[in-house]
Nanobody, 115 residues
Framework: QVQLVESGGGLVQAGGSLRLSCAVS????????MAWYRQAPGKQRELVAT???????NYQESAKGRFTMSRDYAKNTLYLQMNSLKPEDTADYFC?????????WGQGTQVTVSS
């Protein structure tokens, strides 16, 4: 059973930083593609960034230059370093794992950026 548990969310002032973590149980972390999504109040869930099993990343425009996604294979953990946060980054952030026809979501962690 693969489970994803996010942590690291919280309240931060605009311009501040947070690092989100996603701990992955199970043995397929190293061979899975991972992603971070977010969902702001009243809006649809949107993709933030992706990372493949080889560590190659891709960012949506809203995250480019401010967010860095990485993965630690030894710790089975995915990260999202978020810098220069803006009020519009306020959302619930979810990690996502995909491997073949398997897709797993975490429960989310809340990020609130005050102006």
């Amino acid at each position: 059973q693969v489970q994803l548990v996010e942590s690291g969310g919280g309240l931060v002032q605009a311009g501040g930083s947070l690092r989100l973590s996603c701990a992955v149980s199970g043995s397929i972390f190293s061979i899975s593609a991972m992603a971070w999504y977010r969902q702001a109040p009243g809006k649809q869930r949107e993709l933030v960034a992706t990372i493949d099993s080889g560590g190659r990343t891709n960012y949506q425009e809203s995250a480019k230059g401010r967010f860095t996604m990485s993965r630690d294979y030894a710790k089975n953990t995915l990260y999202l370093q978020m810098n220069s946060l803006k009020p519009e980054d306020t959302a619930d952030y979810f990690c996502n794992l995909r491997y073949r026809n398997l897709e797993v979501w975490g429960q989310g962690t809340q990020v609130t950026v005050s102006s």
